[in-house]
C-alpha cells in the first residue's frame, strides 16, 4: 500500500462530566458509544474509523480517534451531547493532534 | 473569537468572548412572516428560527449588508431527528444565502450556561454546515466588528 493511501487518522481529547462529576470507566464507554452511534449511525461510525482510544475515570478526560477530514464533524458531535439520562451531560473537545502522545499533551 | 448569548452574566470558556445578544441592536429575531421585512434593515443580523428563508428575502439582505445567524443552541436543544431535520433546514438556508451572496454567520445564542460553547466548538458547528474557510473567515470578522462596537460604545 502507498503511503498517500494509507488511513490518515487524527485524536481528539475530551473532558466528560454528567451531573457534574465523571462518570465510571464503564458508564463512559457506554456513553460515548451511543452518543456517537446515535449522531453518526452504523454506516457513519463505518467510515469515521472511530475508536474510544483512553479514558480516565478520575479526571473524566478520555481520547478518541477518528478519520483525518472528519474532525470537525467529531467536534460537532462532541459539543451536541447534552444529556444522559435525565441528567445534565458535557463532552468538551479538549486538543487535536495527530498522535496520542502529542494530544495527550495539549 | 466572539459569541453572542441571549443572557446575561454566563461565563465565558477560555478564547471566547461573549456579548449579550439582547442588547445588541443589530440582532433581530424574525418570524417566518416579518422575515422579508425584517432583511431589508440595514446591516441587520437576521435570526429566523424556523430556518425557512426563502431566496428572495436572501437577496434583500445581502443588498443591505445583512447577515444570516445561526444558532447552535437550536440544534442542542433538540435530540434525535428533529436534530437532523434542524440542521437540514439550516444547510438549506446556508445554500439560500450563498445563491444570494448575502453573509452568514453562527452563534451559540445560549440562554443558560449549558448551552455556552467553545469557540472551537462553534468552529466545527460552521463547518458541518457547510460553510468554507473563507465564509467562516468573513463569519468571524462580523463578530469581530460587533466586539468592536461594544468595546467603543
Known sequence: MKPSQRFKKRYV??????????????????????????????????GLAFKL??????????????ERSRVDETI???????????????????STGGSVKRTEME | MIDIVLASGL????????????????????????????ARMRGVLLYSPPYEIEEGACVELARNGGALVFSLSDVLREGGFRRSIIISKM??????????????????????????????????????????????KHAKEIAETLAKKEGAG
Open chain 2, 91 to 136: 444547510r438549506l438556508a446556508l445554500a439560500a444565502c450563498r445563491r444570494a451572496g448575502c453573509s452568514s454567520v453562527a452563534f451559540t445564542l445560549a440562554k443558560r450556561q449549558e448551552e455556552v460553547r467553545t469557540g472551537r466548538e462553534l468552529a466545527a458547528f460552521m463547518a458541518v454546515l457547510g460553510m468554507t474557510d473563507a465564509e467562516r
Open chain 2, 11 to 38: 461565563d465565558a470558556p477560555k478564547g471566547l468572548s461573549l456579548i449579550d445578544g439582547n442588547k445588541e441592536r443589530r440582532l433581530k429575531t424574525s418570524s417566518p412572516a416579518s422575515v422579508k421585512a425584517d
Open chain 1, 13 to 46: 481529547s475530551f473532558r466528560l462530566a454528567v451531573g457534574g462529576a465523571a462518570p465510571s470507566r464503564e458508564a463512559a464507554r457506554q456513553i460515548v458509544h451511543e452518543h456517537f452511534l446515535s449522531f453518526f449511525g452504523e454506516s457513519g461510525i463505518s
Open chain 1, 76 to 94: 460537532f458531535c462532541m459539543a451536541c451531547f447534552t444529556k444522559w439520562k435525565g441528567g445534565a451531560g458535557r463532552m468538551e473537545p479538549v
Open chain 1, 53 to 66: 482510544i483512553s479514558y480516565d475515570e478520575k479526571t473524566g478526560a478520555g481520547m478518541v480517534r477518528c
